[in-house]
Each structure stands twice: as structure tokens, then as C-alpha cells.
């Protein structure tokens, strides 16, 4: 594995686990070491924060404890188009992920990006990392962990 995707994965398991510890600045200054170093990075940190946010909905024991995404709540019955931008942005995303629809994924970072609406890109960064650290919590309730093994336990 290349040494930059092994850097990215500590820095992002470091911003899961101080965001689990209520250390807001310090889990951005974590996310901030990967998306200083490119679009093509950020994009996997995307990837990878909605892989975490989905992973206990993907693989739900049969008879095991149920995990569902609490933080969009609010926006249940909601139309996506009408919803904030950021949110609509991140739960389409997360759709894709699950669906592993890449060709979505890839427009759904890239149009904003090539747009120039970096505002946008950091705010969706920062629900997709609220969703990543719901599932985390939730798998650290109910004794399991996320993709890699340590993204639920906070190592």
C-alpha cells in the first residue's frame, strides 16, 4: 500500500477518535492534513467517512442490534432538492456509497469542486464525518468495529 494512503488512513482514524472525545479542533486539524494535500485525497477521505457512516447498516447482523443515520432525522420526508445544500449533498453521497455507484460518487465530489464551491465541500466534509462518528459510537455500544476493524473501538 502506497505510504500517502497509510498517512491518510492514521490521520482519519485520528479525527474519528478525537471527534469521539468531543476534540472538534483537533479532528479538523486531522481532516485538514488530507485535504490540504489535493482533491484526489479528499475524495478518498469522502469515500472513506461514508464507508464508516454506512458499514453497521451494510453489515447488520440478522437478530442483531439495528443502526440507522439519527443525525438526518430531521429531514425525514424530506425532498433531497429541498434539504440544505450540504446535507443533500452528503446523503447522496453516502446513497452512492452504499450502492457503490462510482459514477455518482465521482460527480457528486467533482461538480461543486470544478464549480469552485469549496464552502460547500467543507461543510459536506463535516456532516459526512458527524455520520462516520454516529456509526462509530454506535459500533462502540454494541462491541463491533468498522471496515479495518478499528474505526468503531476509536484506535
Same mark, same amino acid.
Given at each position: 500500500m502506497?505510504?500517502?494512503f /497509510?498517512?491518510d488512513?492514521r490521520?482519519l482514524?485520528?479525527?474519528?477518535?478525537h471527534a469521539l472525545h468531543d476534540?472538534?479542533q483537533a479532528?479538523?486539524?486531522e481532516l485538514?492534513?488530507?485535504t490540504r494535500?489535493?482533491p484526489?485525497?479528499?475524495?478518498?477521505?469522502?469515500?472513506?467517512l461514508? =464507508?464508516?457512516?454506512?458499514w453497521?447498516?451494510?453489515y447488520?447482523?440478522?437478530g442483531?442490534?439495528r443502526?440507522g443515520?439519527?443525525?438526518f432525522?430531521?429531514?425525514?420526508?424530506?425532498d433531497?432538492?429541498?434539504l440544505p445544500?450540504?446535507?443533500?449533498?452528503?446523503m447522496?453521497f453516502?446513497g452512492?456509497?452504499?450502492?457503490?455507484d462510482r459514477d455518482?460518487l =465521482?460527480a457528486?465530489?467533482h461538480?461543486?469542486?470544478?464549480?469552485g464551491?469549496t464552502?460547500?465541500?467543507e461543510?459536506?466534509?463535516? /456532516?459526512?464525518l458527524?455520520?462516520? /462518528?454516529e456509526s462509530?459510537?454506535?459500533?462502540?455500544?454494541?462491541g463491533t468495529s468498522g471496515?479495518?476493524?478499528?474505526?468503531?473501538?476509536?484506535?
Amino acid at each position: 500500500m502506497a505510504q500517502h494512503f /497509510v498517512d491518510d488512513d492514521r490521520h482519519l482514524r485520528a479525527a474519528i477518535h478525537h471527534a469521539l472525545h468531543d476534540r472538534p479542533q483537533a479532528a479538523a486539524a486531522e481532516l485538514t492534513a488530507i485535504t490540504r494535500k489535493g482533491p484526489d485525497r479528499t475524495y478518498r477521505l469522502w469515500q472513506s467517512l461514508a =464507508e464508516t457512516a454506512i458499514w453497521p447498516i451494510r453489515y447488520q447482523p440478522p437478530g442483531g442490534p439495528r443502526y440507522g443515520l439519527a443525525i438526518f432525522d430531521p429531514y425525514a420526508g424530506t425532498d433531497l432538492d429541498d434539504l440544505p445544500p450540504h446535507i443533500s449533498l452528503a446523503m447522496r453521497f453516502l446513497g452512492a456509497q452504499a450502492t457503490r455507484d462510482r459514477d455518482q460518487l =465521482e460527480a457528486l465530489f467533482h461538480q461543486p469542486l470544478k464549480a469552485g464551491f469549496t464552502g460547500l465541500l467543507e461543510d459536506t466534509l463535516g /456532516v459526512l464525518l458527524d455520520a462516520a /462518528v454516529e456509526s462509530a459510537r454506535a459500533q462502540q455500544a454494541h462491541g463491533t468495529s468498522g471496515p479495518g476493524g478499528t474505526f468503531g473501538n476509536g484506535q
